[in-house]
């Protein structure tokens, strides 16, 4: 739990600080507590504020905001998509975001979110397969094997018991390095040579793919009936993984629809496309899986509250050695801001 301290100093978790609490807690075990306060969070979904997130899309990527509030607490994380920032050595995905407190707006929690974003993602496609997979799988392919790939992997491990993996991208380097990654975790590895190849046999498909581009990382003859696809990497307007006709095929679940049409693989249906919200789901409003044999699909392009939910965990995680920022100007008396300028010489020569 954390310690309260001057509500001027923040706490702050440092991606060398989130290194060190996910290797402390144990990747699969994180994962599995996060997706319990994600699945807390869809339970008490109406009662949040929500809006799409806030985008500036450029030719290359996208930086969004991503609001939410369930009016105690308040959570915004700050995150780009730009598919060509591998071929310079910089990460696809990176985020940052904060926690603060609605009654004073004072921030609790500043912390890295590039590493907590792949683990709430995996958390949330893992936790929605719970609901939407065929019973027993034991096999799951994933068609793109960058940053978000291991993390996907061990998710499912740790809440389904995926046993087996299936593994393609069109950058074999990929492969291997998702390969020899996974292969220390007790997985049973399968290098693929092309898409095709990688989903024979896959009871689940995760499409994790980067490039700003309509794709068609599964055609429709590749999905056979009774699989459960998780597809996270069409997440922005002209960016997606699918062939349309599998989703003509599919139940669909996303995550919030105004956000889900502008961003998801159903931009590319009519607007009145039907789905099925997963919190429905979630709170047995909805039916999730109808029978063996039905196509599942959730079309995830990641919503501020699962964010809010990895924030919530990471508050209450992070203890009194948590290091602090002094982010909030803090004057004896709150109204004299520019005295405490004064006093600190800074303004002496105004
Ligand atoms: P990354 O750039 O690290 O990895 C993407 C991989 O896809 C690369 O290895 C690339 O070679 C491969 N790839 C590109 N085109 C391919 C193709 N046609 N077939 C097979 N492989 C192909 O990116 P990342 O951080 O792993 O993110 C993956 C995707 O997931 C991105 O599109 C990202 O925007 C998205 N994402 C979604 C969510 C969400 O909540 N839905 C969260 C995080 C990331």
Known sequence: MTTPGPLSLVPFI??????????ETGVERFLAELAAYIEADFRRWPLFDKTPRVAAHAADG???LMPTSDGALYAFKYVNGHPKNTREGRQTVCAFGMLADVATGYPLLLTEMTILTALRTAATSAMAAKYLAPKGAATMAIIGNGAQCEFQALAFKALLGIKAVRLYDIDSAATRKAARNLSLAGLSVTACRSAEEAVLGAEIVTTATADKARARILTDNMIGLGVHINAIGGDCPGKTELDPAILGRADVF???PPQ?????EIQQMPADFPVTELWRVVCGEAPGRGDAAAITLFDSVGFAIE???ALRYLRDRIGADAARLDLVADPDDPRDLYGMLLRSGVAAAA
Do not use: N
């Not at 440092?14 to 290797?23: E, H, K, N, T, W």
């Not at 889900?260 to 998801?264: L, N, P, Q, S, V």
């Open 62 to 64: 996208s930086i969004e």
């Open 307 to 309: 964010d809010f939910a």
């Open 254 to 256: 996303v995550e919030y």
């Open 14 to 23: 440092s991606v060398d600080a989130m290194m060190r609490l996910v290797a």
């Open 260 to 264: 889900t049409r502008i961003e998801g």
